[in-house]
């Protein structure tokens, strides 16, 4: 038994340790840079050592439990805990941010305010996935919000304004829907009000009102997952956001709403997800081949990639609503898989612009010859995120598949036109990657031009792009260390489900 209160360690430290920054002197860039690294570094090696001494692969309850009363005067505790669900996101998140960190080396315009907004998010999304109180998961969720919409509005593009605006309307709008379904769940058949995930996941509610509290949970979640057709503020966050912070959206923030899909609208509100799923599974294979269609059409670089990552999140919404063991735990395997591939792609993309200050597609052309350790990163992770064997996406995919062939919630017919919906899509998927890759690095667009030298890829995006691979390659190889961490808990959540 451990009483060291390890989560309550890990969500405070980062912002904690954030606020010291500005006491660092104004023009101390290098010194605030190796700072926060250290202080991500720190994070995570400090999560590893807690996991790993005092988590339970075996076990399905909640684990590393610390509750502590925050406001007497309505029952509100800060209550963490962990289990095989949100362990796989936390050490996601640790691991991105990371990288992220020392991705955001360029840059110096107020390089203190830019590096507590990361260890701000930092702490936001750790509390998020060990948070076991509805008011406290709210508080997190709200917490990423004024941070990104900074580091789009002070380090975005041109148009990153418009982009920062479209992102807080979006997002703190449908914030609004969370609140109220974390409210009425409260409040519902109860002398006193509790926000405690394991009072609420005990409470049956009459079916009505239980759809209405899904329908809230859904539109917040289906906005950040997102969820067509809720994703039109994607794109455009992506494509003005610096690569740094698109890491951080597409590693982590995006998973987000995924895990609230499977936390609270699954666990929570079963008999409401049964009714919803049969919907949701049909945008989810729609999703997939629409977002990919799409991609193809995009010229500019980040916005092919962001499509992509839509399209790819649709794999995860079928294997939440298969209702199926392998299928949902195919879409914790897609999560945590594309989390690198996405965070990945975004990193070397803003590596090219970096050097040759081009994002349009067309404009592009001959950087293989230009620079050959980019175009060979490029290119790996690309085919990771076609389901390449070997890579991780290749058994995410794969896993989600068997699911709804194998869920007995659906009759045959159904299976089979959302299993060509999801075929459709991975022969989509190739075309538009592979079209990216022929107009960037092959061709002499680049090579003919004035000033056609260019670095190649430094010892520093050198290191983050392989620390990427690595865990891609090493769960394409050997998918099981996943499906070890969720299998249990995969189990204990289909339980409320009497077609599982």
Known sequence: MNSFPWLTVLVVLPIFAGSLIFVFPHRGNKVIRWYTILICVLELLLMTYAFSYYFQLDDPLIQLTESYQWINFFDFYWRLGIDGLSIGPILLTGFI??????????????????????????????????????????????????????????????????????????????????????????????????????????????????????????????????????????????????????????????KMGAYGLVRINMELLSHAHSIFSSWLIIVGAIQI???????????????????????????????????????????????????????????????????????????????????????????????????????????AELVVFFGIITAKKYFLMPKILITFGAAVGTILTPIYLLSMLRQMFYGYKLLNATNSYFFDSGPRELFVSIAILLPVISIGIYPDFVFSLSVDKVEAILSNFFYS
């Not at 539109?219 to 057709?229: E, H, Q, R, Y």
């Not at 794109?235 to 923030?253: K, Q, V």
């Not at 649709?314 to 897609?334: E, K, P, R, V, Y």
């Open 289 to 395: 081949i629409y977002a990919a269609s799409t991609s193809s059409g995009q010229k500019n670089l980040k916005k092919r990639i962001a499509y992509s990552s839509v399209s790819h999140m649709g794999f995860t919404i079928i294997g939440i609503c298969s209702i199926s063991d392998m299928g949902l735990n195919g879409a914790i395997l897609q999560i945590i898989s594309h989390g690198f591939i996405g965070a990945g792609l975004f990193f070397l993309s803003g590596t090219s612009y970096d050097r040759i200050r081009l994002v349009y597609l067309d404009e592009m052309g001959g950087m293989a010859t230009l620079m050959p350790k980019i175009f060979m990163m490029f290119s790996i992770l690309s085919l990771a995120s076609l389901a390449l064997p070997g890579m991780s996406g290749f058994f």
């Open 97 to 254: 941010t990371t990288l992220a960190t020392l991705a955001a080396r360029p840059i110096t315009r107020d390089s203190r305010l830019f590096h507590f907004l990361m260890l701000a998010m930092y702490s936001g999304q750790i509390g998020l996935f060990s948070s076991q109180n509805l008011l406290l998961f709210f508080i997190m969720w709200e917490l990423e919000l004024i941070p990104v919409y900074l580091l789009l509005a002070m380090w975005g593009g041109k148009q990153r304004l418009y982009s920062a605006t479209k992102f807080i309307l979006y997002t703190a709008g449908s914030s609004v829907f969370l609140l109220m379904g974390a409210l009425g769940i409260a409040f519902y058949a109860s002398n006193e009000p509790t926000f405690n995930f394991e009072t609420s996941a005990n409470q049956s509610y009459p079916v009505t009102l239980e759809i209405l509290f899904y329908i809230g949970f859904l539109i917040a979640f289906a906005v950040k997952s997102p969820i067509i057709p809720l994703h039109t503020w994607l794109p455009d966050t992506h494509g003005e956001a610096h690569y740094s912070t698109c890491m951080l959206l597409a590693g982590i923030l995006l």
